[in-house]
């Protein structure tokens, strides 16, 4: 379920209309609905607490599916945690009001400086993911005379998902350490001076829909924590990763509810019972993904004889999941459609210079104007977070709803942004 729907003729958001947002902070520009967020994470939480012994439940969310602070600072005051991978996302996170405790920091490649940085800020965990790092560390740690928690990221040889780029736990991904060598690197962390190894962890993909793949690696881990506990080792730690998937495809007044999220705390409870571990949790999609939109504006219609092109003022270095994922984004107009206004099949296209640029192709909608405004749905998961400034374009306008009020948290960047921080080779200045 979300918090955009028409009134009186056009698309709100919350209890903002659409059209005030375009006309006061200009287009392209995302926008989040503050109540969605807080539902998916509620319901979310809740869930999970229901599939642990009391108190058990840790859920950090996966920020980098959007590190927007007004989206941070909502996730931070519900009590959330944060999933993070760069020093990046663990200073954002810390800056949004995250506590330290609450963070963990997960990833296939950190570097000396980005570990010093965590361990310093007495983050909750680290999740390792290579022999070499475990090392790197257990030094780093004991430089500071510090000994920090972590847990290895394991992979389950298990991969699912939406597409093939966003598989993680399949043995040919780059992700974690081999099955088989837990046990080795559990007995070699036991002597190391800087780390405290609590547990495993794993996230085998994103945008999973069933429950089935997920069951089949937990089931694994419940046995490698048996089989770590019965060589002597302390395995009090299970973070179980995100990856559950949205509907993408919604029918205009459709409420998914919480059925998939209930069958997998179900199943998450059926097979971590008895345990005795915490169990953490890394959602990123699954909370902010049906909470945002991108709004464009139409520029310019290119008719052809066997297709008509409708070219907005977004692209694919503002919403890259078209060209990157073949990602399919609902298009809504912001002024709703009449009955019986006449459809065309457009192909909705970006101003960047490769074909590549490309929201969908043969896409029926209402017969649409140049000016006229429409809105890419599901578009609060890896949006913004993953836009660039690819041809000069400046970074997209964000924008946070709640109730009747809205503000930009994060303003559209400026051409002296953009441009100021090039320097000249002292040769050519
Ligand atoms: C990306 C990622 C997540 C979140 O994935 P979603 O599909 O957005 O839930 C969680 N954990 C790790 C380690 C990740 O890399």
New binding site residues.
Partial sequence: MHHFSYRDGALFAEDVDLRRIADEVGTPVYVYSSATIERHYRLYAEAMQSAAPAGKAHVFY?M??NGNLGVLKTLAALGAGA?T?SEGEIRKALAAGFPADKIVF??VGKSESELRFAVQAGIYQV?IETEGELDLLSTVANQLGKRQEAVF?VNPDIGA?GHAK?T?GSSENK?GVSFEEVGRLYGRAANLPGVRMMGL?L?I????RETESFEAAYAKMAVLVADLRAEGHRVERLDL?????IPYNIPKAFDHGPDLIEAYAAMVKRVTDGLDVELGF?????IV?NAGILMTRVLHLNPRPTKQFLVVDAAMNDLVRPAMYEAYHEIWPVLEPQAGTPEIAYDVVGPICESGDTFTSGRALPALEPGDLIAFMTAG??GASMASTYNQRLLVAEVLVKGGDYAVTRPRQSYEDLLGTDRAPPWLA
């Fill in positions: 996966a980098k599916a999933d991978v997960s990833g999740n990221r998902g966003i993680t992700f962890a996230h993909g994103s945008q999973i990763g995100g990856g559950l998937g890394e959602p990123g999609r699954l993904g998961a890896y």
